[in-house]
Every structure is written in structure tokens, then in C-alpha cells.
């Protein structure tokens, strides 16, 4: 599921490494994928400095009698991917007197991994590096390379995790606060035209729980679908991201414009009335779409233009859904936390089988998905510079933990505005409670070293504090059933005419 909080993205029990490759007059690093069930390496460069020997012309997988054992006796061995299995590789390695394995990967980079017995056979050093960059360094370095392999450990904690912080409560705040001003101007907007408003067009009010079972029914079938036809759908989605998230770009920048009073100028063309704002927003934001659909897989600054498009989508849904009553919040939620909770802790059981007593991990078919969801909010980890060399790590949070809780702190905005709070009190509690559940959650992510779907802290402590509000101000049956926008037109519509 993309709706919970992952520390590290594609990193697994910190299997990237490095390569430092010199002559003695320059040096450079390269990137290394290696599996810590191996002999481990070192964490630092002061690693052994090893001769290399080239035998990409061979993948090692037999005829090793054809191989000089003084030729790679304490060295480190340089071969290609391929035909056999990485132990038996290691250990035709390990018999010609080799001190490390060095295998040469022209595909993706993947964990070397075998079966639990083998790793006790092998007794030396194995990692896979990319293929092009053996062949840029033996044109930079020539025949005299001197290796070294270090793993230098990943800091817990690193500044991306605030920056992550700040984006979640931000958007959530200031999507709770639009919804508020949103509900405000619909309610102004009824008394003075007879019940309907500007605030009216749009917006989506969901008050029948039906509904909610059916829409979170209709996520589960996508996830299961994106399961068997991901290389299809995902490029469907990635067209309905584009379109729905400089839809909300616009309306973002639009709203903040209008506060600001800029550019109210409007022309004619052809008997057509245009507003010259709303052509530059549209321009700017559909560009802002298209750019980071061309280079959605340039990991290095398009996260910059993902994130912002993320916070304007998530924005627009706060402000455009509206959940009718505090009993509607629960069943969502609930049951969201559980679809959450399910897809992160159960369905990996389900990429397992029984062997010999033992749970074995079903290796999938070995080819990497090319594209990626956005459903994320993504940005890298700057304390992890050296990991870099095979492709940013990044810190990243799913659309669904800003937008599932951010529903509910999007009602309590609605219901202050419902009862004249000047204070904001439902408002404000629930955003302090979200707070405290995202530093649970990175607290706990922390320790446990392992990502965690933020909903499991989230839902509870945005519930049950809203709860407690309600309670303490005695006012828990008219915040739990709440109002719904069908019965307040009804009644608005009356009293207008008693005026």
C-alpha cells in the first residue's frame, strides 16, 4: 500500500555499498549492491586495498581448471552475471584463492541472495556493480585499479524526516483551515442568494455510509487489480495524476491570488469573455504537469515538482470532499486503518511458503518496475550522500496519511464554523493531535527500524482526541451527528424567505 510512512525507499537492511576505485593519482567511488547475509564488508574506507582482476569475458560458472590460480590468488575478481546462481559463482571464487567477487551487472542491480545454507560456504566478500561503470573505470584508471569495498552504515535519523513533518502538517492544516472558509462562504453565500453560493459548485458531501464501504470496497479492488495489471494501470494513473493535480495546482494558485487581488484584467476574443489570470494559471500549471511527466524518472529534482504537485492535489481534496458527520469520519477512517494496517502486515505472508518447516521468501520475476506510482510525497535523505552513488534514498509519506486523517480535521474546521467558534477549538485540537501521531509514528519508525503505516497512530489520535473535545464541551451528539449540506439547504431556504 502507498498509504503509510516509509523511511527509505528500494533500501533493504542497507545492502548498497561502495566501490572506491584508484591508481594513486585520482580515485573515484562507484555504486555496489551486496546482501549483509554474506561476509560482511567494512564500514569505513579503511578497507583492504585489493589488485583487480578482469575476467568479464567469463561468468564463472564452470571450467574454473581454465583459471590461474596465481592469477587471482588475494585478488579481487571481476566477472559478468549470469547462467548460474551467485553461490556458485562465490564459491569457484573462493576456490581459485580469490579474496573478493566483483560480478558485473548489464541489467538492474538486485540483492545477490541464495539459500540460507550456502551463505556459511562462502567466506569472502560478494557484490554486484554495474557493468558500464567497471567498463568507465578501467578507461579511467586503466590496468592498475586498486579497489576498495566499504558499507558505511545509514544515519536513523536525518533532516528529510522534518522536512516530511513539515509538508504532512502544513498541507493538513492549511487544507482543514480552506475547507473552514470554504463552509463559511457557502453558508454567507446561502443567506444572501436564497441558498446557493459560490462555495456550492464542486464540492462533493459524503453523508450515507453505504457510500464510504463502497468507496473504500472500490480501493481494495484497485490495489488487487494494480496487482495482476500494474504495468498498465500505472500508466493510467500517472495521466489522471497529471490532470487532476494541475486541476488543483490552479485552483491552489487561483485562491491565493484572488486574497492577494492580482490580475483581474479580462479581453474578449471572438464574443468570448477571458480572464487573464485564470490563461497564465492555466499555462503555468499545465506546464508544471507536463514537465514532470517527461521527467517523472529523474530521481535528482523532479521529487521538487511531485511534492508540489501532491500538495496542491491534497489540498483541493480536503477542500472539495466534505464528510457530512463525526460518525461518517469514523467509519471511514476505521476502516481505511485496517485496509492500511492489512496491506502492510499481512499480504507480505502471502509472497511466503512453507519449506521444510521454514517461511521462504517466493522470489518474484526478476525485472524492475520502470515506473512509480505518485502517490507520494517524496524527499531524499541528506544524510545518505554516499548511498547515492546507486540512486537517491528518499524519505517518503503517502498522499492517504495527509488526506485520510486530514478529512476529519477538515470537519471539525466545518463544525466550529457550524457552531460560531471563534477559538477554533475542534479545528485546532486536531491538528495538534495529528502532530502528535506523525512524531509517534517517526518515533517508533526509528527504533523499530522499519517503515510504518502512519495510519495505525494517526486514526487514533486524531478520533479520539476530537472525541474528547466534543465530550468535554458536552456537545458529543451534535458533533457526532453533525449536518449533512441536503438537510441544511433544506432549512436555509425557508428562513431566508421568513426575512
Known amino acids: 500500500g502507498y498509504t503509510h510512512l516509509w523511511y527509505l525507499e528500494a533500501v533493504d537492511k542497507c545492502q548498497e555499498a561502495v566501490l572506491h576505485i584508484s591508481n594513486g593519482s585520482i580515485e573515484k567511488e562507484y555504486c555496489l549492491v551486496y546482501n549483509q547475509s554474506w561476509t560482511p564488508l567494512s564500514k569505513s574506507l579503511d578497507a583492504v586495498q585489493l589488485s583487480v582482476v578482469n575476467l568479464t569475458s567469463t561468468v564463472l560458472c564452470a571450467n574454473s581448471s581454465a583459471i590461474d590460480p596465481d592469477l587471482v590468488r588475494g585478488k579481487a575478481l571481476v566477472v559478468m552475471r549470469g547462467e548460474c546462481n551467485f553461490s556458485q559463482k562465490a564459491l569457484i571464487a ?9 560480478v558485473a551487472s548489464n541489467k538492474y542491480l538486485v540483492t545477490p541472495s541464495a539459500n540460507e545454507s550456502e551463505y556459511d560456504k562462502v567466506h569472502i566478500p560478494l557484490a554486484l556493480m554495474r ?5 568507465e573505470a578501467q578507461q579511467r584508471f586503466g590496468n592498475g585499479m586498486q579497489v576498495k569495498l566499504y558499507a558505511p552504515p545509514y544515519s536513523k535519523i536525518d533532516p528529510s524526516i522534518a522536512v516530511i513533518f513539515l509538508i504532512s502538517v502544513i498541507t493538513i492544516t492549511l487544507g482543514g483551515y480552506w475547507s473552514g472558509a470554504n463552509e463559511r462562504e457557502r453558508q454567507s453565500g446561502g443567506e444572501s442568494r436564497g441558498g446557493e453560493s459560490k462555495a456550492d459548485s464542486g464540492d462533493i458531501f459524503l453523508y450515507s455510509p453505504f457510500k464510504v464501504v463502497i468507496f473504500v470496497a472500490m480501493m481494495c479492488g484497485m490495489l488487487v487489480l494494480m496487482y495482476f495489471f500494474y504495468n498498465i494501470l500505472v500508466y493510467i494513473i500517472i495521466a ?13 494558485l487561483d485562491a491565493v491570488m484572488e486574497i492577494l487581488g492580482c490580475c483581474h484584467g479580462r479581453f474578449s476574443v471572438r464574443n468570448w469573455n477571458l480572464s487573464l489570470r485564470s490563461l497564465l494559471l492555466a499555462a503555468v500549471c499545465i506546464t508544471i504537469a507536463v514537465v514532470w511527466a517527461v521527467y517523472r524518472n529523474e530521481d535528482r529534482w523532479i521529487w521538487i515538482l511531485q511534492d508540489l504537485l501532491g500538495i ?14 463525526f460518525k461518517i469520519c469514523v467509519i471511514l477512517l476505521s476502516l481505511l486503518l485496517i485496509y492500511d494496517v492489512f496491506f502492510v502486515f499481512i499480504t507480505p505472508f502471502f ?10 521468501e517466493v522470489p518474484a520475476e526478476p525485472q524492475a518496475p520502470s515506473e512509480k506510482l505518485p502517490v507520494v510525497m517524496r524527499v531524499p535523505r541528506f544524510s545518505a550522500l554516499t548511498q547515492n552513488l546507486c540512486g537517491l534514498q528518499f524519505s ?21 464554523v457550524w457552531i460560531n467558534s471563534t477559538k477554533k477549538i475542534y479545528f485546532v485540537s486536531c491538528c495538534i493531535a495529528y502532530m502528535l501521531g506523525m512524531i509517534l509514528t517517526f518515533v517508533v519508525m526509528l527504533l523499530s527500524g522499519m517503515g510504518q503505516p502512519a495510519l495505525l497512530y494517526l486514526v487514533p489520535f486524531t478520533v479520539i482526541t476530537s472525541a474528547v473535545v466534543a465530550a468535554c464541551r458536552g456537545e458529543i451528539k451534535q458533533f457526532w451527528a453533525g ?8 432549512f436555509l431556504i425557508p428562513v431566508v424567505i421568513r426575512h
Open 240 to 252: 489522471i495524476f497529471c490532470i487532476a493535480s494541475a486541476s488543483a495546482l490552479f485552483g491552489c
Open 396 to 416: 517518503i509519506l503517502g498522499y492517504g496519511d495527509i488526506i485520510v486523517p486530514g478529512l476529519l480535521v477538515a470537519y471539525c474546521s466545518r463544525f466550529d
Open 351 to 360: 509472497t511466503k511458503v512453507i519449506t521444510q518447516g521454514n517461511m521462504v
Open 483 to 490: 449536518t449533512t449540506y441536503e438537510v441544511r439547504r433544506q
Open 131 to 135: 557493468y558500464r561503470d567497471f567498463l
Open 312 to 325: 496542491a492535489f491534497c489540498l483541493n481534496f480536503l477542500k472539495t470532499i466534505s464528510l457530512s458527520n
Open 94 to 102: 573462493q576456490s581459485l584463492g580469490a579474496a573478493t567477487l566483483l
